[in-house]
Nanobody
Framework: QVRIVDSGGGLVQPGGSLRLSCATSGSTFTSYHIKWYSQALGKERELVAL????????TYADSVRERFPISRDDVKFEAYLQMNHLKPEDTAVYYC????????????WGQGTQVVVSS
């Protein structure tokens, strides 16, 4: 079992920055792809960013590309979403997800961290 704690959300003004962290229990961290999802109030959960288990590939939603780089630290067993130039429409609960090559082999979620972008 993989335990995930996602954190780093908060209240920030438009144009500001936050860094979300995804801390895992480690052990087999390098076997897991990491994704960040967002879920705004009344909306469905949607993919924000992905980094593959070896860090070789990153993908982003069009709305955050070049603003929200995703990264991972395989020594600390952590992944990050650096959120820059935040906009009010970024307001949502953000969730970290860790999964193996197939969800049948492992699929874990953090509890979510709230991001509010408002002046």
């Amino acid at each position: 079992q993989v335990r995930i704690v996602d954190s780093g959300g908060g209240l920030v003004q438009p144009g500001g920055s936050l860094r979300l962290s995804c801390a895992t229990s480690g052990s087999t961290f390098t076997s897991y792809h990491i994704k960040w999802y967002s879920q705004a109030l009344g909306k469905e959960r949607e993919l924000v960013a992905l980094i593959t288990k070896d860090g070789s590939i990153t993908t982003y939603a069009d709305s955050v590309r070049e603003r929200f780089p995703i990264s991972r630290d395989d020594v600390k067993f952590e992944a990050y979403l650096q959120m820059n130039h935040l906009k009010p429409e970024d307001t949502a609960v953000y969730y970290c997800n860790a999964r193996r090559d197939s969800t049948r082999f492992g699929n874990y979620w953090g509890q979510g961290t709230q991001v509010v972008v408002s002046s």
